[in-house]
């Protein structure tokens, strides 16, 4: 079965650190790009970053995160990372990994969803 | 404000049809670039729901059906059912913003 598991959310104050990883299970890990995807409180879906599959390294960020955000991935431990720093009140949200896939990079979809883990920045 | 417009909600009975429109431009859904939907059903993560404009993966009710059109995208669901309540999204990619962009969500009651 294929399976991502987000962990390492929490409480953080404004300005501090926080790692997220996604363990990935049932699947070739190395061989897919995989994405960041959070949602505030109440709010919609929010793209955050994207790291590409095949060795190519790839990585891509939204403006809301570039800069503060970095996002990596362990292959030999089918884990995919989202290092997190200088994290402001409007970072709270549930960060959910995804799998991409597709053909194009530019129409590729997220075809498979971590339950999400809660990151909460607030003093 | 999201890139892609939605409706914030829609409604219909049980056995009815009703469609989500997603609204972009010429920098996302107008240049060419595929159109996705996601169903969320309430405190539970996204599902894929149909992928490169009008495809559905294995599993998914043939109920659920996406078109594209120029600027915009329509997800039709026809045959309402109670457990079709939840927030669906639609997705795509911006070469403005060079990144993946959601529409705001479209939150669907069944009465």
């Known amino acids: 079965e294929v399976q991502l598991v987000e962990s390492g959310g929490g409480l953080v104050q404004p300005g501090g650190s926080l790692r997220l990883s996604c363990a990935a299970s049932g699947f070739t890990f190395s061989n897919y790009a995989m994405s960041w995807v959070r949602q505030a409180p109440g709010k919609g879906l929010e793209w955050v970053s994207v790291?590409?599959?095949?060795?190519?390294?790839?990585?891509d960020y939204a403006d809301s995160v570039k800069g503060r955000f970095t996002i990596s991935r362990d292959n030999s431990k089918s884990t995919l990372y989202l290092q997190m720093n200088s994290l402001r009140a409007e970072d709270t949200a549930v960060y959910y990994c995804?799998?991409?896939?597709?053909?194009?990079?530019?129409?590729?979809?997220?075809?498979?969803w971590g339950k999400g883990t809660t990151v909460t920045v607030s003093s | 404000q999201s890139v892609l417009t939605q409706p914030p909600s829609v409604s219909g009975a049980p056995g009815q049809r009703v469609t989500i429109s997603c609204t972009g431009s010429?920098?996302?859904?107008?240049?060419?670039?595929?159109v996705h939907w996601y169903q969320q059903p309430p405190g539970t993560a996204p599902k894929l729901l149909i992928y490169?404009?009008?495809n559905r993966p294995s599993g998914v009710p043939d109920r659920f059906s996406g078109s594209k059109s120029g600027t915009s995208a329509s997800l039709a669901i026809t045959g309402l059912q109670a457990d079709d309540e939840a927030d669906y999204y639609c997705q795509s990619y911006d070469s403005s913003l060079s990144g993946w962009v959601f529409g705001g969500g479209t939150k669907l009651t069944v009465l």
């Open positions: 995804a799998k991409y896939a597709g053909m194009k990079w530019q129409n590729y979809y997220m075809d498979v």
């Open positions: 010429s920098s996302n859904i107008g240049a060419g670039y595929d």
């Open positions: 490169g404009n009008n």
């Open positions: 790291l590409s599959g095949g060795g190519g390294g790839g990585t």
